[in-house]
């Protein structure tokens, strides 16, 4: 984090690193933020998620206005899954004011999947329509085109699933995500270089920045797990008999190891890479070693 | 009784643009009664449709198009003018219009919206329902509702949480978007999943005042 803004990073072709902060069931944030400080001279920005997995915890809002105190750059994530489209708006004013510019816009899970699984899911807006009404407040005005007092600036991004089938379903939506103004694209967790490698093929076309997703491997039970509920994910078999044949304190290490031989070959395929410890925050200086940075 | 209004002539118009020849299909149930589809309204829409250079192959009315197995029937013998157009007018509610899609593997454009379906316990045994949005989006879906098919209705594309073509609330529930993902695609009209849609206009699901007098929306006032 040297001063100049993810946006400019990736506008300047530098190879950017995002990581990622869950933010707690609860309001015990301050483990999290030091997790953070492992990390400070290693990555670009923060990803702060909203309320993952449909599951209540502390709000991205907040968790993103704690980093910017503390001198990270945040990349808050919005899904349209609990609000509607004034408390959206309203949000976006507000990370402004907060000097939160890195927006990242989400449809969101669906809270059947969650903890409260009764809850009613709004989805008033989807991800491309979020970007839209973003990009409408930057230029002074609301989505119903009322004058704002004040222009807000973001720096949009969205995401995507290069292992997702139909591919084509995927691709049509990232198109629109783009003519509704996201300027980078995050991937759901990479295991297969030869799909992802395909699949930036596909996308070369639109020429946007996009940041390949690795989710550090804890185990071959993980690794399954993944494979039979994670939309997008296939671990392939190799990498779950590494993780399988290793002994219970040799599994960071093979972790790293897997997660440093999709970065290098990320290299040149992509803009960057974002990475999800899921609680693995520790080992990130180590994987971004190995995979020579 | 389930209630249907017009869409404007100008957005019937646009939703037809890239097609030359159309079907017309109206419903003689309640959209009837509701004057979407009766003979008067059908023929204003004909003329329309002739003067902005679009050739009509034919037309037909059906009563009751929520009963698939009657529509089938009954289109049957209009084969060979259905197979002249390249897409259909459907005026009725999004179930009846929804049956036309599942059953003619055309283009279906709503000229209607649905805007309640009132205490209606009408006939429809198959699984399309209807979700009364008032912003009938059949046209673009491949006669697909992405309100009652999506769990979270979405009306621009897919999220990114189906696997293996599931939805991502249930391993039984069908994915709606990769449904209409592959009735565009069997149809040959994927260019329809890239227009972008405003978000929905949760007003319309509020029935006018004017409305509520009448007796289409309540038969027993």
Known sequence: ?293 | MLYTEMKSFEEIRMCVDSEKDLFLLGCGGCADVCKTADEKTISEIEAKLKEAGKNITGKLTVDFMCSKTLLAKRVARYQQLLDNASGIIVFACGIGIQCAAAILDKSVYPATNTLSLGGFQGLWPGEERCGQCGTCYLGITGGICPITFCAKELVNGACGGAKDGKCEIKTDKECGWILIYERLRKIQRLDLLKQTQNPRNFKKMEPDSELRKTIHFAIDK
């Open chain 1, 1 to 293: 984090m040297d001063g100049k803004t993810l946006g400019q990073k990736l506008q300047a072709g530098k190879f950017v690193i995002t990581s990622e902060i869950g933010p707690p069931k609860g309001i015990n944030i301050e483990p999290h933020l030091k997790e953070a400080e492992y990390l400070k001279e290693k990555v670009d920005a923060f990803n702060v998620t909203d309320l993952q997995s449909s599951v209540l915890r502390l709000g991205s809002l907040a968790v993103s206005k704690l980093l910017i105190e503390r001198g990270f750059e945040p990349v808050f994530q919005m899904t349209c899954r609990d609000r509607n489209r004034l408390a959206l708006q309203s949000d976006l004013l507000s990370a402004s004011v907060f000097g939160i510019k890195n927006i990242l816009c989400l449809t969101g899970d669906h809270p059947f999947l969650g903890d409260h699984p009764d809850a009613k899911p709004v989805f008033d807006l989807d991800s491309v329509s979020l970007l839209r009404v973003a990009g409408q407040l930057m230029t002074g005005r609301d989505m119903m085109g009322n004058e704002l007092d004040g222009r807000p600036e973001f720096f949009l991004g969205a995401v995507a699933s290069p292992a997702y089938q139909p591919i084509e379903l995927q691709i049509i939506k990232m198109e629109k995500k783009i003519e509704a103004g996201a300027k980078f694209f995050q991937t759901q967790a990479v295991y297969d270089l030869h799909d992802f490698e395909k699949f930036m093929r596909m996308v070369a076309r639109y020429n946007i920045p996009v940041l390949g997703g690795i989710v550090l491997l804890k185990t071959a039970g993980m690794a399954k797990y993944m494979n039979e509920n994670v939309a997008g994910v296939n671990v392939p078999d190799h990498y779950i008999q590494m993780m399988a044949r290793a002994k219970k304190e040799e599994r960071p290490k093979i972790s790293i190891q897997i997660a440093a031989e999709l970065i290098k070959g990320m290299k040149n395929l992509c803009q960057g890479i974002h990475i999800m410890p899921l609680g693995w925050e520790r080992y990130v200086p180590q994987v971004l070693e190995a995979s020579g940075f």
